[in-house]
């Protein structure tokens, strides 16, 4: 696990209880697997919602959603090349340096980050109210699709 992001018990601890919005608690799961295999990468991470998945986090699953051709690792090495803002697919690396991210910036600047997953960390974020729930889900379709589910959860859990 990454120094910057300290223990995961502790990490998930800020994520489902410290600064997860009240309407959420109970209902936001986040996992992290790691392989006793996997030399260099953290594992996977994984977000999900009243136990179904929302998102996974893993440099296998960036290559295998990323690819059209059976390459995955070709794929994954392409794709890993471009900016996280104009992906869709993540690793393992991308969630741990989005988290970080998060923890560093006031909310209104994580809502409105050019990373997506920090955008995703933010909209389940206790500081944010429900003017800012409001505005937030008339702008959802600016969103990437995967991210629209977050949003989605967010506004219905606060009845917006």
């Not at 980050?113 to 729930?133: C, H, Q, W, Y």
């Amino acid at each position: 696990m990454s120094k910057a992001l300290g223990s995961w018990s502790a990490m998930r601890k800020y994520l489902e209880e410290e600064m997860l919005c009240e309407s959420l608690r109970g209902r936001i799961r986040y996992a992290h697997t790691k392989y006793s295999n996997m030399d260099t990468c953290w594992g996977i991470f994984e977000v999900f919602a009243d136990g179904n998945l929302l998102k996974r986090f893993s440099a296998e699953t960036m290559g295998k959603e990323m690819q059209t051709d059976g390459k995955i690792w070709e794929t994954y090495w392409a794709e890993k090349k471009k900016p996280v803002e104009s992906r869709n697919a993540f690793d393992d690396e991308d969630f741990a340096d989005g988290l970080v991210l998060y923890r560093s910036l006031p909310i209104s600047e994580a809502l409105n980050s050019e990373n997506p997953i920090v955008r995703m960390f933010a909209v389940f974020d206790r500081r944010v109210g429900k003017r800012t729930l409001a505005q937030l889900k008339d702008n959802i379709n600016n969103q990437p699709e995967w991210l629209r589910v977050f949003y989605t959860i967010r506004t219905e859990s606060e009845n917006i």
